[in-house]
């Protein structure tokens, strides 16, 4: 008897828990709805300093903001979240985390930046936010378009923005931006000038058949130094190759954020060595004729950077970023060098060049915390040499950068339609090819069945093609582009 | 009417019997409470998860139901239920485990020179970090490493060596025996425990008579300790079937190596289809209440002869087939009785 009472009382605790779900709920889709209604009269064009970003007045927009002389006695505690845990420790090799707070705390020595870095960001940051409880300033990871004014403040619209900050319609939705980039990276190809040269490769191969040409002449010339060395096991270095198929494939802009979501069978063969088709297929040659490491299940990565700058590897495939990290592994800093990708388009190099992490700000911080980010994120970007030193494109635009490819445009991907912002993280999801998106398992699985022989390329890419044809259809996504 | 209650139940709080429950439930209110925040509410709230169509960031209103969309799901396509193959791997490697584990703590928990250090030796890697063992282990099969190098020592040559984790043949049990080597010593620390409450006297009495080593096991030892059998076995089959760690740190479940777990954990952080994943989480509960039934089962029929200290199973069913023949005599003769009067 008693028992049952307990037990009714536990159910009535329990159903009463859940109902409590349901209220904060209801505060969130107002929240939601608030913020979207002031979003669209923004959007709807006004350039009073209020308007631009979604609070209320008595801050000072990104682009009002005059370094040096605005706020230097504003008093301010604020925390900044990001990935760069190398940057935490006094060995690096750089300008570290404590060092660039030094520099801003000589003009704002009353603002206190508590820097915290995580080496599972991409999965944690998720984490933070949707526990509600997220820092000042964080890198903004993988949330949907339409959830962006949720989370994170505007900066401005997407005008005043961008004659200020380059990339910065990396996380732009209903013409407001709510990301500054900290640094801009480009695809190529990173690579020992020594093993190529000594292997008779002159010219920088300008298509796949060359490259493969090039690997080939490396592994006749020294059978123990591996051509192209996959890092197969890390996976993140797997899914990096899908940062390949739009602006470096295709030469074109709005491949990635307008086209793709639109195109029937983006994984077939277009015969003239572009497209995704040809960046995979590389890949696989590569593979099945020999040209890459003998066990792909157990590559290592750090050793790779010392392996790379002794000439025990030809190159690899990894994005501008990689490039300083080969030239710290080894003594031989000088023979590391970075080329474009191995695909033209109408004869011509393209090189895609975006946004790595961006800064967002907290939308629900208080007003002195965001004016003091806001202050933050412009000193970082414009006076702190953060995008130089870390061998980033220039984020200001003009400003230095130490990546420079001879004959090669850097072009920067378009910024999707409005309303169709969210479709390609649709179409990943649903499909689970997680295209740019963390899809690691499917380029492992390319590897695996190039050294197994199971399966062929074709086959793959019309699996790959029939995913995304579903997905489209599920999601109503129309087919207009071939 | 309400002061009786009142003092009808103050006087019960303050009675010995009163006072002993509401210490009991004072004490057990704080564990259940933090069972009920760190356990069970998230539980509900992932069983929920299960019938929607939703990402993690995905606000409370947006997220979409789909009944049971997710189940079918889940049960339809081939790389999820595919996956539950690949624990059974795992679960041979968990009956080699505890056989190996019964013979070490047979052998260990009599009087053996050195016996102390071997159990140290054995329980060892079982306090060693899951991650850190992947690591070690992802090093120790490397074409050329440690493990072939040893196997060189012996007389094999290199060419004749499979690729312990590329080779898809082998690569499974490659990763069944880190495990195996992983939890093989808790294992038998649990059973040397369980042995050790036996009476020697037994021992004594059963060489008296006659009986071997081996026999003596048979009879006297694993009755007696046939409940950490059924719980080490549980734990087991529930570990091959939830096999998660070393997949993911050595292979990061790729190659042919990704058990229910780790496509659960795909599905759920990179794709984001976090309903799906919750019911796949659902569905992996249903099958484990499952064999945890079956095995219950399975271990009653086996150790049925040692339910009770006196009588034997077949005694057990004759005594009570007795009963309950007279129980249905004694109703007949009242109903007689009755319909007589």
Same mark, same amino acid.
């Given at each position: 008897?008693?028992?049952?009472?307990?037990?009714?009382?536990?159910?009535?605790?329990?159903?009463?828990?859940?109902?409590?779900?349901?209220?904060?709920?209801?505060?969130?889709?107002?929240?939601?709805?608030?913020?979207?209604?002031?979003?669209?009269?923004?959007?709807?064009?006004?350039?009073?300093?209020?308007?631009?970003?979604?609070?209320?007045?008595?801050?000072?927009?990104?682009?009002?903001?005059?370094?040096?002389?605005?706020?230097?006695?504003?008093?301010?505690?604020?925390?900044?979240?990001?990935?760069?845990?190398?940057?935490?420790?006094?060995?690096?090799? *750089?300008?570290?985390?404590?060092?660039?707070?030094?520099?801003?705390?000589?003009?704002?020595?009353?603002?206190?930046?508590?820097?915290?870095?995580?080496?599972?960001?991409?999965?944690?940051?998720?984490?933070?936010?949707?526990?509600?409880?997220?820092?000042?300033?964080?890198?903004?990871?993988?949330?949907?378009?339409?959830?962006?004014?949720?989370?994170?403040?505007? &900066?401005?619209?997407?005008?005043?923005?961008?004659?200020?900050? =380059?990339?910065? =319609?990396?996380?732009?939705?209903?013409?407001?931006?709510?990301?500054?980039? /900290?640094?801009?990276?480009?695809?190529?190809?990173?690579? =020992?000038?020594? +093993? &190529?040269?000594?292997?008779?490769?002159?010219?920088?191969?300008?298509?796949?058949?060359?490259?493969?040409?090039?690997?080939?002449?490396?592994?006749?010339?020294?059978?123990?130094?591996?051509?192209?060395?996959?890092?197969?096991?890390?996976?993140?270095?797997?899914?990096?190759?899908?940062?390949?198929?739009?602006?470096?494939?295709?030469?074109?802009?709005?491949?990635?954020?307008?086209?793709?979501?639109?195109?029937?069978?983006? &994984?077939?063969?277009?015969?003239?060595?572009?497209?995704?088709?040809? +960046?995979?297929?590389?890949?696989?040659?590569?593979?099945?004729?020999?040209?890459?490491?003998?066990?792909?299940?157990?590559?290592?990565?750090?050793?790779?950077?010392?392996?790379?700058?002794?000439?025990?590897?030809?190159?690899?495939?990894?994005?501008?970023?990689?490039?300083?990290?080969?030239?710290?592994?080894?003594? =031989?800093?000088?023979?590391?060098?970075?080329?474009? &990708?191995?695909?033209?388009?109408?004869?011509?190099?393209?090189?895609?060049?975006?946004?790595?992490?961006?800064?967002?700000?907290?939308?629900?911080?208080?007003?002195?915390?965001?004016?003091?980010?806001? +202050?933050?994120?412009?000193?970082?970007?414009?006076?702190?040499?953060?995008?130089?030193?870390?061998?980033?494109?220039?984020? +200001?635009?003009?400003?230095?950068?130490?990546?420079?490819?001879?004959?090669?445009?850097?072009?920067?991907?378009?910024?999707?339609?409005?309303?169709?912002?969210?479709?390609?993280?649709?179409?990943?999801?649903?499909?689970? /090819?997680?295209?740019?998106?963390?899809?690691?398992?499917?380029?492992?699985?390319?590897?695996?069945?190039?050294?197994?022989?199971?399966?062929?390329?074709?086959?793959?890419?019309?699996?790959?093609?029939?995913?995304?044809?579903?997905?489209?259809?599920?999601? *109503?996504?129309?087919?207009?582009?071939? | 009417?309400?002061?009786?209650?009142?003092?009808?139940?103050?006087?019960?709080?303050?009675?010995?019997?009163? $006072?002993?429950?509401?210490?009991?439930?004072?004490?057990?209110?704080?564990?259940?409470?933090?069972?009920?925040?760190?356990?069970?509410?998230?539980?509900?709230?992932?069983?929920?998860?299960?019938?929607?169509?939703?990402?993690?960031?995905?606000?409370?209103?947006?997220?979409?139901?789909?009944?049971?969309?997710?189940?079918?799901?889940?049960?339809?396509?081939?790389?999820?239920?595919?996956?539950?193959?690949?624990?059974?791997?795992?679960?041979?490697?968990?009956?080699?485990?505890?056989?190996?584990?019964? #013979?070490?703590?047979?052998?260990?928990?009599?009087?053996?020179?050195?016996?102390?250090?071997?159990?140290?030796?054995?329980?060892?890697?079982?306090?060693?970090?899951?991650?850190?063992?992947?690591?070690?282990?992802?090093?120790?099969?490397?074409?050329? %490493?440690?493990?072939?190098?040893?196997?060189?020592?012996?007389?094999?040559?290199?060419?004749?060596?499979?690729?312990?984790?590329?080779?898809?043949?082998?690569?499974?049990?490659?990763?069944?025996?880190?495990?195996?080597?992983?939890?093989?010593?808790?294992?038998?620390?649990? %059973?040397?425990?369980?042995?050790?409450?036996?009476?020697?006297?037994?021992?004594?009495?059963?060489?008296?008579?006659?009986?071997?080593?081996?026999?003596?096991?048979?009879?006297?030892?694993?009755?007696?300790?046939?409940?950490?059998?059924?719980?080490?076995?549980?734990?087991?089959?529930?570990?091959?079937?939830?096999? %998660?760690? $070393?997949?993911?740190?050595?292979?990061?479940?790729?190659?042919?190596?990704?058990?229910? #777990?780790?496509?659960?954990?795909?599905?759920?952080?990179?794709?984001?289809?976090?309903?799906?994943?919750?019911?796949?989480?659902?569905?992996?509960?249903?099958?484990?209440?499952?064999?945890?039934?079956?095995?219950?089962?399975?271990?009653?029929?086996?150790?049925?002869?040692?339910?009770?200290?006196?009588?034997?199973?077949?005694?057990?069913?004759?005594?009570?087939?007795?009963?309950?023949?007279?129980?249905?005599?004694?109703?007949?003769?009242?109903?007689?009785?009755?319909?007589?009067?």
């Amino acid at each position: 008897m008693k028992t049952k009472r307990i037990a009714c009382i536990a159910m009535a605790g329990l159903m009463a828990a859940s109902l409590a779900g349901c209220g904060s709920g209801d505060d969130k889709a107002d929240a939601t709805t608030k913020a979207a209604t002031e979003a669209a009269t923004e959007a709807a064009g006004s350039d009073s300093a209020d308007d631009t970003t979604a609070d209320a007045e008595g801050i000072k927009s990104y682009a009002d903001i005059q370094l040096g002389t605005d706020f230097t006695d504003l008093s301010a505690e604020i925390k900044f979240y990001n990935n760069r845990t190398d940057m935490d420790s006094d060995d690096y090799g *750089g300008k570290n985390w404590k060092q660039y707070l030094e520099d801003f705390n000589k003009e704002y020595p009353n603002i206190k930046v508590d820097v915290i870095t995580d080496t599972n960001y991409a999965d944690d940051a998720l984490t933070h936010l949707q526990s509600g409880n997220y820092e000042t300033v964080m890198c903004i990871p993988a949330v949907d378009m339409a959830d962006l004014s949720t989370y994170f403040m505007s &900066f401005g619209d997407y005008d005043t923005m961008s004659s200020l900050v =380059n990339y910065s =319609n990396r996380w732009l939705y209903q013409g407001q931006v709510y990301g500054v980039p /900290l640094a801009a990276t480009t695809q190529g190809i990173v690579y =020992n000038k020594k +093993v &190529f040269a000594d292997a008779g490769v002159t010219d920088v191969p300008k298509t796949p058949e060359e490259f493969i040409a090039a690997l080939k002449a490396i592994k006749d010339k020294n059978p123990d130094c591996i051509p192209l060395y996959t890092n197969y096991a890390a996976g993140w270095t797997m899914g990096a190759w899908d940062d390949y198929i739009s602006i470096t494939a295709t030469g074109d802009a709005t491949y990635k954020n307008q086209k793709l979501a639109h195109t029937k069978d983006p &994984f077939k063969n277009y015969g003239d060595d572009t497209h995704a088709y040809a +960046v995979y297929k590389i890949l696989y040659d590569a593979v099945s004729q020999g040209l890459t490491e003998d066990d792909y299940s157990t590559t290592d990565w750090e050793s790779c950077k010392g392996m790379i700058n002794n000439g025990e590897i030809g190159c690899m495939v990894l994005g501008s970023w990689a490039y300083p990290q080969m030239e710290a592994g080894g003594p =031989n800093a000088d023979d590391i060098g970075y080329i474009p &990708f191995p695909i033209s388009v109408n004869g011509k190099q393209y090189a895609s060049s975006g946004a790595d992490y961006c800064y967002g700000i907290n939308v629900n911080a208080s007003d002195d915390e965001k004016q003091a980010a806001l +202050v933050f994120v412009k000193w970082m970007t414009e006076k702190s040499g953060y995008a130089y030193n870390e061998d980033s494109l220039a984020i +200001v635009p003009g400003s230095e950068s130490k990546i420079s490819f001879d004959g090669v445009d850097f072009v920067a991907d378009e910024a999707a339609l409005e309303g169709e912002e969210d479709y390609l993280n649709q179409l990943n999801s649903e499909s689970e /090819l997680n295209v740019s998106n963390g899809g690691n398992d499917k380029i492992q699985a390319i590897i695996e069945h190039a050294a197994n022989g199971d399966m062929s390329f074709d086959d793959i890419m019309a699996e790959w093609n029939q995913k995304w044809s579903d997905a489209q259809e599920s999601l *109503g996504i129309e087919v207009t582009e071939k | 009417m309400a002061n009786k209650k009142q003092s009808g139940f103050g006087k019960w709080a303050s009675s010995r019997k009163g $006072q002993q429950v509401i210490i009991c439930a004072a004490f057990a209110i704080i564990p259940l409470l933090l069972l009920l925040v760190f356990t069970y509410i998230p539980f509900g709230e992932m069983v929920k998860f299960s019938f929607y169509k939703m990402k993690y960031t995905t606000p409370v209103e947006k997220r979409e139901f789909v009944g049971l969309a997710n189940y079918i799901d889940v049960f339809t396509r081939k790389d999820c239920f595919g996956a539950l193959k690949l624990s059974l791997y795992y679960i041979v490697g968990a009956l080699v485990q505890l056989v190996l584990a019964l #013979f070490l703590a047979t052998l260990l928990s009599f009087r053996v020179k050195g016996g102390n250090l071997f159990k140290g030796f054995i329980f060892f890697p079982y306090l060693i970090s899951g991650i850190a063992v992947g690591f070690i282990f992802k090093f120790f099969f490397t074409r050329g %490493f440690v493990f072939d190098s040893i196997l060189q020592l012996c007389g094999f040559s290199l060419d004749n060596l499979p690729y312990w984790l590329k080779d898809q043949s082998v690569n499974n049990w490659t990763l069944v025996s880190t495990s195996v080597w992983r939890y093989l010593g808790q294992m038998m620390v649990l %059973f040397i425990g369980a042995i050790m409450s036996v009476d020697a006297e037994l021992y004594e009495a059963a060489e008296l008579d006659g009986a071997n080593k081996f026999q003596q096991f048979r009879y006297i030892i694993l009755p007696s300790i046939k409940t950490i059998v059924t719980l080490n076995v549980i734990l087991a089959i529930t570990g091959s079937l939830s096999a %998660f760690e $070393q997949p993911f740190v050595i292979t990061t479940g790729a190659n042919g190596t990704g058990t229910y #777990f780790i496509i659960m954990n795909k599905i759920a952080h990179t794709s984001q289809k976090v309903g799906l994943a919750s019911a796949m989480a659902v569905v992996l509960l249903l099958i484990i209440l499952i064999c945890a039934a079956l095995q219950k089962l399975f271990f009653e029929y086996i150790f049925k002869d040692s339910s009770s200290d006196d009588e034997s199973y077949k005694a057990k069913k004759l005594r009570k087939k007795q009963e309950r023949d007279t129980k249905k005599y004694m109703k007949q003769m009242a109903v007689s009785a009755k319909g007589g009067k």
